[in-house]
C-alpha cells in the first residue's frame, strides 16, 4: 500500500515535469515568445526590450533552468497584463471552478451510472437504446452551443436561471448542466459494458441462485465490480470537464480558471498562461489520485497487497 | 411405465403458481419432459431434449454426463437461471412439492430460489463475488430471505462457516474470495447454500477443480450436512467415481437427452445403455488388470445439428440399421430401471 | 461462442475477407433502423458538400440588406413561397446556402485532421508495439500525459505559437489527438505479435517492413476506421470550440462553428442564426457516432451474433 502511494506520487511528479517541458518548449522554442507577446509587426527596439525582460537573451538551457525551478517554487512570473505575479491571480480563479467541476461530477457520476445501469438491465430494449442515444448525444453536442441553447430557453425564455455571473444555485445549474452532458454520454455508456461484462462472470449465475432480484443483481453485484474499470476511465473525464470548462465559463462569463486562460491567450500573456496551465496540471493531478484511492478502496485485491 | 404417469400428471394438474408451497403435493422435485434451446446465429442448440427425473426428501440423485450433454443447463432450467437471451426454456414442467414452477412470477421465484433450492457451482472461487467479503456474502441471503439485521445475520453466518468447518470462522468471515483456497470457497459456497435450510440442493460439479484429497472432503461434508437436515440432494459429475458412494439413484445423460435412469447398483451392476457402459469403463479400476483406459471412441454431438436417430449412434459399437433412423424411447429394464436404447437387453448380456 | 470467435480468427489472418460477408455487414447495419438514417443524414452531407455549387441555392457570401434577419420560413411578400427555408442573417445571406459551404469547411477540417492524426498515431503505434523498449516507454508516456490533459489547451497553447488560419487549425487537432490510435495500434500490434502467423512470417524470413506493412496493418484497418469515424465526429466539435474562442478559424471562412458563434450576439433577437448550425453540427456528429458505434459492435464477434442474425431475417 504504501509502495503504491510512492509509486503514485512519482508518478504525478514525472507528468507534472513533462507538462511543464511541453509548455516550456510550445512557449519558447516552437513559437517566438516576443512576437506572441507583441506580435509581428512591433518595433525592433521593443523586441528587444521585451527579450530582455524574459531572460530570452540567456541560453535556453539556462532559460528551462531558471523555468522549471521557478515553477517548482510555485513563481511562474509576472503577468505582462496586470504587473503582479501570476500564481496568486491563478489560484484566487482557482475556487471558482473546483465548485463548478464539483457541482458538474455531482450531478453526472449518479446520473450516469443509473444510466448505464439501466441500460445493462435489459440490454437491446427502448430503454437501452433511448440511452445509448442520449449518451451518443453527448458526445456529438458542441459545448457552446448547447450553453447558448439553454441560455436561450431556460434563462431568456423560462426565465429559472441567470443567464450569467457567479453565484449560487441560480447562477451553476446551467453551466454545470452543460458541462455535464459530456462526461454523462461516457461514463453511462462505460458503465453499462463493464456492467455487461460483469454480467458473463459466474459469480453473477451464484447471485442470481440466491435468489436475488436482477436489478439487486445489477446494482449490488455487477455494479460494484464494474465500479473498477469505470473509475479507471473516469480520470480522463477530468481532463474532459476542464477542457469543456474554458468554453462554458467564457459563455457564461464565469470567473474561473479557463475564463482567466481563455483571457489570457486573447492577450498573448504567456507568463499568465504558463501559470494556468501549471495549475490546471495540478488539479488534473489531484483529481486523478483521489480517484486511484477510490480504485483502491473498490478493489480489495490491490488493497490486500 | 413412470414417465407416461408423469407427463399424464403434468397435463391434468396445472396448480397455480400462488399456491402454498409447503404443502405437500408428491415429489419433492419433479421434472418432465424439459426443452432447453440455445438460439444463435449459427443455429439453434438444443441443449436438453426432454428430461425427466424425481428426487425425494433425503436422496441423492446424481446426473452423469460428459461436458456439453446438457446437464448443467438442465439444472440452471430447473433454478430459472438460463441467460435468456440466448437461452430458452421451450417446453416441460418443473415441479417442486407438487407446484409448478415454470411460468411462475419473477419474484415468487425469488423467493423459493435460494430459499428452498439452493446451489453450489464448480470452481467456488469464480462463483463468489470478488468484491465483498464471504461473511457479507453469506448474510445476504439471511437478509434478503430472513430479513435478519445485520449483526444477526453476520453472527449466523460465523455459526454456518463454523459448521462447514472453516477454522477461524469470526476473523475469516471479514476475507475476500481471493484469500481462500479454492476447497475453502467450496465451503463457504456449501455454507451459503445452506444458510436457509434448504429442501433442495443442486451441486453442479461441486469438486471438480479441487485436488482429490479436498473433493473426498468436500463430498464426506455435503453427505453429513445431507444426514443431518434430510434435504434431496441433485449431484451433477462427469466422473463416476465420485457418484459410487453418495448417490441413490443415477440419470445418466447424453446430448441433451436421459439415455438411461436407475438405482446405483442398477447403474453399476447391470448398465442397459452403451454409453453408461462406456462411462463405467473410463474409471480406472484396481481390480482389474488393463494395459490402457477404454474410452469412447469419437466426440459429442454437435448440439447444433444431433444425429438423426438415436444421438450415440455415430459412436456405439452397438448401431445398425434400426439406430439410424428411430430415436429410442425408455423402455423399462428393472423396477425403476430404464434405459433409452433399442437394443438394451443386448447391452446386459454383453455386459 | 467458440465457433464464431475461431471463425473470425481465420478471417483476420487471410486479411480479406470474402464479398459475401461485407454484404452481409452491410445488410447488418441497414437493418437497424437508426443506423440506417445516420447512413443516409451522412450520405445526403456528403452530396451537399460535394456539389454546393449546385445544391445551394443562393451564393453564401451575397449580401441583401432588403432581406436581412429573416426567420425561417418567412413567406415572400409577391407569391407567398419561401425564398429563404432556413431564414437569413444580418447581412441578408442565405443561411441554408452557407450552411452547405459551411459544411465543406468543417467536414474538411474534420476528415484532414482526422487522417493526419491517424497516420501519424497509427505509425507510432506500431513501433511502439513492435520495437517495445525505450521507443515504447517514451510514446507511451507521451500518450499518457496527452490522454489526460485536456486536448483544447493543448491546441490553443500551440495555436498560440503558430498563429490562427485553417492548416493551423489542422496541424494542432492532428497533433492533439494522435494518441487515441496510437494506443490501439500498439494494443492490436503487441496482441498481434504473439500470434503464430506473425512467427511463421518471421521464420520465412520477412522483413519487419513486410510484416508490418502486409501483415499487420491489414489487420488493424478495421478498428482504426471505426475510431477514425469516431474522431471526426470530435474533430467538428473541437474546430468549432478552437473557432468560438476566436483561435481557429477566422471569418470571412464560413465553418459551422464561426456560424454559431457569430449568431451569439443576436441571440435574443435572431435565435435561427445561432440555433440551426449547432443542429447541423448535432446531427452529423451523432450520425458519425450511431455510425461508428454500430461499425464496432458488427465487428466485435461478442456482439456481432444479434447484427447478423437481424440482417438474415
Not at chain 2, 70 to 90: D, W
Not at chain 3, 108 to 115: E, P, T
Request: proline letters at 5%.
Amino acid at each position: 500500500m504504501t509502495i503504491f502511494i510512492i509509486r503514485r506520487i512519482l508518478q504525478a511528479a514525472v507528468v507534472t515535469l513533462i507538462t511543464l517541458s511541453v509548455v516550456f518548449v510550445v512557449g519558447r522554442v516552437v513559437g517566438d515568445p516576443v512576437r506572441i507577446v507583441i506580435g509581428i509587426e512591433a518595433e525592433e527596439t521593443r523586441v528587444q526590450e521585451v527579450r530582455d525582460q524574459l531572460g530570452l537573451n540567456d541560453p535556453l538551457t539556462v532559460q528551462y533552468w531558471r523555468f522549471m525551478t521557478g515553477a517548482l517554487r510555485g513563481e511562474m512570473g509576472t503577468s505582462f497584463w496586470t504587473r503582479t505575479p501570476t500564481m496568486p491571480m491563478v489560484l484566487e480563479r482557482l475556487p471558482a471552478t473546483i465548485y463548478l467541476g464539483v457541482v458538474t461530477a455531482l450531478l453526472a457520476f449518479p446520473l450516469a451510472i443509473l444510466l448505464g445501469a439501466t441500460a445493462a438491465l435489459k440490454p437491446h430494449s427502448w430503454a437501452d437504446r433511448l440511452i445509448n442515444v442520449t449518451a451518443l448525444g453527448g458526445v456529438s453536442i458542441v459545448e457552446f452551443w448547447l450553453a447558448l441553447m439553454l441560455i436561450l430557453v431556460v434563462a431568456v425564455q423560462l426565465g429559472w436561471f441567470k443567464t450569467s455571473g457567479y453565484g449560487g444555485v441560480e447562477y451553476v445549474v446551467l453551466p454545470a448542466l452543460t458541462l455535464a452532458y459530456k462526461p454523462i454520454g461516457r461514463i453511462s455508456q462505460m458503465a453499462r459494458s463493464a456492467i455487461i461484462d460483469e454480467l458473463r462472470k459466474p459469480y453473477i449465475k451464484a447471485a442470481r441462485a440466491k435468489g436475488l432480484s436482477e436489478k439487486q443483481v445489477v446494482f449490488t453485484h455487477a455494479l460494484k465490480n464494474a465500479a473498477i474499470p469505470i473509475i479507471t476511465t473516469t480520470g480522463d473525464e477530468v481532463a474532459t470537464i476542464l477542457n469543456g470548462a474554458m468554453v462554458v465559463e467564457t459563455v457564461f462569463g464565469w470567473p474561473g480558471v479557463g475564463l482567466l486562460t481563455i483571457n489570457a491567450l486573447s492577450r498573448r500573456d504567456l507568463p499568465l498562461v504558463e501559470a494556468t496551465v501549471f495549475v490546471v496540471t495540478g488539479m488534473i493531478i489531484m483529481t486523478n489520485m483521489l480517484l486511484d484511492v477510490a480504485y483502491t478502496y473498490l478493489n480489495p485485491r490491490i488493497r490486500f497487497q | 411405465m413412470q414417465r407416461e404417469e408423469i407427463v399424464a400428471m403434468d397435463e391434468s394438474n396445472n396448480t397455480p403458481s400462488d399456491q402454498q408451497i409447503t404443502g405437500n403435493g408428491g415429489h419433492l422435485l419433479e421434472v418432465s419432459d424439459l426443452h432447453v434451446e440455445f438460439r444463435t446465429s449459427g443455429g439453434v442448440v438444443k441443449a436438453v431434449n426432454g428430461v425427466n427425473y424425481i428426487l425425494d426428501e433425503g436422496e441423492t440423485l446424481a446426473i452423469l454426463g460428459e461436458s456439453g450433454s446438457g446437464k448443467s443447463v438442465g439444472v440452471e432450467a430447473v433454478m430459472g437461471i438460463v441467460e435468456s437471451p440466448p437461452g430458452f426454456v421451450t417446453a416441460g414442467s418443473v415441479k417442486f412439492r407438487g407446484t409448478e414452477l415454470r411460468g411462475m412470477e419473477e419474484d415468487q421465484l425469488c423467493k423459493i430460489r435460494g430459499h428452498n433450492i439452493a446451489m453450489i457451482f464448480q470452481e467456488a472461487q469464480a462463483t463468489l463475488d470478488p468484491g465483498f467479503t464471504v461473511g457479507h456474502q453469506i448474510s445476504e441471503m439471511l437478509r434478503l430471505h430472513r430479513g435478519l439485521s445485520k449483526e444477526e445475520a453476520t453472527k449466523k453466518s460465523v455459526e454456518l462457516m463454523d459448521r462447514v468447518q472453516i477454522p477461524f470462522a469470526v476473523e475469516r468471515a471479514n476475507d475476500y474470495p481471493h484469500q481462500f483456497s479454492g476447497g475453502m470457497c467450496q465451503r463457504v459456497m456449501i455454507a451459503m447454500a445452506l444458510a436457509l435450510d434448504p429442501d433442495v440442493l443442486i451441486a453442479d460439479e461441486p469438486t471438480t477443480a479441487l485436488d482429490v484429497t479436498i473433493q473426498a472432503q468436500v463430498m464426506q461434508l455435503l453427505s453429513e450436512l445431507q444426514t443431518e437436515t434430510g434435504m434431496g440432494i441433485i449431484l451433477i459429475t462427469h466422473d463416476m467415481s465420485v457418484i459410487a458412494d453418495v448417490a441413490d439413484r443415477v440419470v445418466v445423460m447424453y446430448a441433451g437427452r436421459v439415455v438411461e435412469t436407475g438405482s446405483i447398483h442398477q447403474i453399476f451392476d447391470q448398465p442397459a445403455h452403451p454409453y453408461t457402459v462406456g462411462l463405467m469403463n473410463c474409471v480406472p479400476r484396481l481390480d482389474r488388470k488393463e494395459d490402457n483406459l477404454n474410452i469412447i471412441p469419437g466426440s459429442p454431438p454437435n448440439p447444433i445439428n444431433l444425429p438423426a436417430g438415436c444421438a450415440f449412434h455415430p459412436r456405439c459399437s452397438l448401431a445398425r440399421e434400426r439406430c439410424l433412423s428411430e430415436t429410442p424411447v425408455s423402455a423399462e429394464v428393472g423396477p425403476y430401471h430404464q434405459s433409452a436404447c433399442h437394443f438394451f437387453e443386448e447391452v446386459l448380456v454383453g455386459h | 461462442m467458440n465457433n464464431t470467435g475461431s471463425q473470425d480468427f481465420g478471417e483476420s489472418v487471410e486479411g480479406r475477407p470474402s464479398k459475401i460477408s461485407w454484404l452481409r455487414y452491410l445488410r447488418g447495419l441497414f437493418s437497424d433502423t437508426t443506423t440506417a438514417f445516420a447512413i443516409i443524414f451522412l450520405m445526403l452531407i456528403f452530396i451537399s458538400t460535394v456539389a454546393a455549387e449546385v445544391v445551394a441555392p443562393y451564393d453564401p457570401i451575397k449580401t441583401n440588406l432588403r432581406m436581412r434577419n429573416m426567420p425561417p420560413l418567412t413567406p415572400a411578400v409577391e407569391d407567398g413561397s419561401f425564398p429563404h427555408v432556413l431564414g437569413t442573417d444580418p447581412l441578408g445571406r442565405d443561411i441554408l446556402s452557407r450552411l452547405i459551404y459551411g459544411a465543406r469547411v468543417s467536414l474538411l477540417v474534420g476528415l484532414s485532421s482526422a487522417l493526419v492524426s491517424g497516420t501519424l498515431g497509427t505509425i507510432l503505434g506500431l513501433l511502439a508495439g513492435y520495437y517495445r523498449g525505450i521507443v515504447d516507454d517514451l510514446i507511451m508516456r507521451l500518450v499518457d500525459f496527452q490522454m489526460g490533459f485536456p486536448f483544447l489547451l493543448l491546441a490553443l497553447l500551440v495555436l498560440l505559437a503558430l498563429g490562427p488560419g485553417f492548416w493551423s487549425v489542422i496541424f494542432v487537432l492532428a497533433i492533439v489527438r494522435w494518441m487515441v490510435y496510437a494506443r490501439q495500434a500498439r494494443g492490436m500490434t503487441l496482441a498481434y505479435r504473439e500470434t503464430p502467423f506473425i512467427d511463421a512470417a518471421r521464420v520465412l524470413g520477412c522483413s519487419d517492413a513486410r510484416i508490418i506493412f502486409r501483415h499487420l496493418l491489414p489487420n488493424m484497418a478495421s478498428p482504426l476506421l471505426i475510431l477514425g469515424t469516431l474522431e471526426v465526429a470530435g474533430l467538428i466539435l473541437g474546430e468549432a470550440a478552437l473557432s468560438f474562442l476566436g483561435f481557429g478559424l477566422q471569418p470571412p471562412s464560413a465553418s459551422w462553428g464561426l456560424m454559431i458563434s457569430g449568431g451569439r450576439q443576436y441571440l435574443s433577437s435572431a435565435w435561427w442564426l445561432a440555433t440551426i448550425p449547432g443542429f447541423a453540427i448535432f446531427f452529423t456528429a451523432l450520425s458519425l457516432n450511431m455510425l461508428a458505434s454500430s461499425l464496432r459492435s458488427i465487428t466485435d464477434p461478442l456482439h456481432r451474433e444479434r447484427w447478423l442474425m437481424k440482417g438474415s431475417d
